[in-house]
């Protein structure tokens, strides 16, 4: 089974619309990302989450509501987004989430998220 | 500042041939590590090769080298053998030593091999 998994792989969602983003990975890592790559723009990190517990937010607009309710399941709440939110979301795990060693991400096919 | 730069917009290999992705970073930190990454039109960011800042050899990975100079603060990727499916967007990544395992991404390399 492919490691980390992303579903929807596609979403078009209106700007009042309610949606979530879920992510899960089969990897027994401790550690999960969420990220949004824009178009000529690189990765951006928003959310880390450690065992469950969020660790890391970078500034992101509450209308990102991150989830994480164990170790294999992280989910990314959506609401009244705009159309520059549109982007292509990753999802990533890695084994630790500390530094130290590689502590190697794996990613998720990613979410092509449309706001219209 | 950047600290991770890839001046590459965009390169053409021929099928076969051997070619090399630059990247420089930048760090004060003496602990860090270096990835790269492809992204095929699919989407998904495949890990590719890991150089920690203390590898006292450059990483190899089949036909994955990183060429890693570290007085010059460079990390290029170097792919032997090209081959059609390498056809890609590559991106260099580092994570720095204290606190959590995120990564800093550079802006990305094009590759199209030709057959």
């Known amino acids: 089974e492919t490691g980390v998994t992303q579903t929807p792989r596609h979403l078009v969602m209106g700007m009042t619309n309610k949606k979530s983003l879920k992510c899960e990975q089969h990897?027994?890592?401790?550690?999960m990302y969420w990220y949004k790559q824009s178009a000529k723009k690189p990765l951006e990190l928003m959310f880390v989450?450690?065992?469950?517990?969020?660790?890391e937010n970078n500034s992101v607009p509450s209308r990102f509501s991150p989830e994480c309710p164990n170790s294999s399941h992280l989910f990314l709440h959506l609401h009244t987004l705009q159309p520059e939110d549109s982007a292509l979301y990753l999802c990533?795990?890695?084994?630790?989430?500390?530094?130290?060693?590689?502590?190697?991400?794996?990613f998720g096919p990613g979410t092509r998220l449309t706001v219209l | 500042a950047q600290k991770i730069t890839q001046t590459q917009p965009g390169m053409f290999v021929q099928e076969k041939e051997a070619v090399t992705l630059d990247c420089t970073y930048d760090?004060?930190?003496?602990?860090?590590?270096l990835f790269w990454y492809k992204q095929p039109s699919s989407g998904e960011m495949i890990f590719l090769i890991y150089q920690g800042s203390y590898d006292q050899q450059n990483a190899t990975e089949g036909r994955y080298s990183l060429n890693f100079q570290k007085a010059r603060k460079s990390a290029n990727l170097v792919i032997s053998a090209s081959q059609l499916g390498d056809s890609a967007m590559y991106f260099c990544a580092m994570r720095e030593g204290s606190g959590y395992s995120t990564l800093t991404f550079g802006k990305g390399t094009m590759l199209l091999v030709s057959p």
């Open positions: 760090t004060s930190d003496p602990s860090y590590g």
């Open positions: 989450y450690s065992l469950e517990e969020r660790v």
């Open positions: 990533a795990s890695s084994p630790q989430g500390a530094s130290g060693g590689t502590d190697t991400q794996y």
């Open positions: 990897l027994g890592h401790n550690a």
